[in-house]
Nanobody
Framework: QVQLVESGGGLAQAGDSLKVSCAVS????????MGWFRQAPGKEREFVAA????????KYADFVKGRFTISRDNAKNTVYLQMTSLKPEDTAIYYC?????????????????WGQGTQVTVSS
């Protein structure tokens, strides 16, 4: 099993930055794809970013490209989402996910493990 625990969410003003973290435990993640998704109340989960654990390939949703950066720290078994230039529409619960497939995925159904989420609220 793989366990994912997100942290780092909070309240921010438009234009601020936040960095959310995903601590991973369980199986090794050498061949895994790691993803960040977000979900606002009453809405479906939305793809944000993904990275191969190797770090060689990254993918971003068009609406966050240039503002958000996904990364990982192998030694700490942690995946990060650095968010800059936050907008009110970024308000959501941000979820970390992991897939045993070793290629980039942008659909939630392709991920096997999920964290509990961390709330990000951006005010205008």
């Amino acid at each position: 099993q793989v366990q994912l625990v997100e942290s780092g969410g909070g309240l921010a003003q438009a234009g601020d930055s936040l960095k959310v973290s995903c601590a991973v435990s369980g199986r090794t993640l050498t061949s895994y794809t790691m993803g960040w998704f977000r979900q606002a109340p009453g809405k479906e989960r939305e793809f944000v970013a993904a990275i191969l654990w190797s770090g060689t390939i990254r993918k971003y949703a068009d609406f966050v490209k240039g503002r958000f950066t996904i990364s990982r720290d192998n030694a700490k078994n942690t995946v990060y989402l650095q968010m800059t230039s936050l907008k009110p529409e970024d308000t959501a619960i941000y979820y970390c996910a992991a897939s045993a497939r070793s290629y980039i995925l942008d659909r939630s159904s392709q991920y096997d493990y999920w964290g509990q989420g961390t709330q990000v609220t951006v005010s205008s």
